[in-house]
């Protein structure tokens, strides 16, 4: 065989595994989910009033004492879920800046609540999506803040 021939051979094969690999393949992936989980592939987009505002699944700056609040010494700070006891404990400061009753945010905790699958089983709040029913159910509480950056 000559030398030529297997390098033109090794050459076709390269170009046909970086266009396969590298071009199609994510190409086709990323089709198929946009169709079949278009919220969860366009970022889990938080919507309000037909503007995107952030995500649910990076820590938003909630500053205001009024909202929820990630954790502040996690190490990439973009993490939004907090375990349920982290909620909790952030229910008198909530309520009393709010006027909204402790048992309506525990409530609103519990109902924003989920469980982790892979470690331990255990509880935690997504804040984002936690400040998000807050802010649909409260709105004459939280309207002020809607239109603020």
């Known amino acids: 065989m000559d030398i030529s021939n297997f390098l033109r051979g090794t050459l076709v094969i390269a170009a046909l595994a970086v266009i396969a690999c590298g ?9 198929v989910a946009g169709t079949t989980f278009p919220f969860q592939a366009g970022g889990e987009q938080v919507i309000v009033n037909g503007t995107v505002v952030g995500s649910y699944l990076i820590a938003q ?19 939004p879920a907090i375990t349920i006891e982290d909620a909790y404990a952030q229910v008198p400061g909530v309520s009393s800046m709010t006027g909204i009753p ?3 945010l525990y409530m609103a905790v519990n109902e924003s609540s ?7 089983d255990q509880q935690y709040v997504n804040v984002v999506g936690l400040n998000m029913y807050l802010i649909t159910h409260y709105p004459s509480v939280y309207s002020g803040y809607l239109s603020r950056k």
Do not use: I, K, M, R
Not at 61 to 79: I, K, L, M, Q, T
Not at 114 to 120: D, E, G, K, N, P
């Open 23 to 31: 071009l199609a393949y994510p190409v086709a992936v990323t089709a």
């Open 61 to 79: 700056n909630f500053s205001a004492p009024v909202f929820f609040h990630p954790h502040s010494g996690s190490a990439s700070g973009e993490d």
């Open 102 to 104: 402790q048992s309506a």
């Open 114 to 120: 989920s469980y982790t699958v892979f470690f331990f």
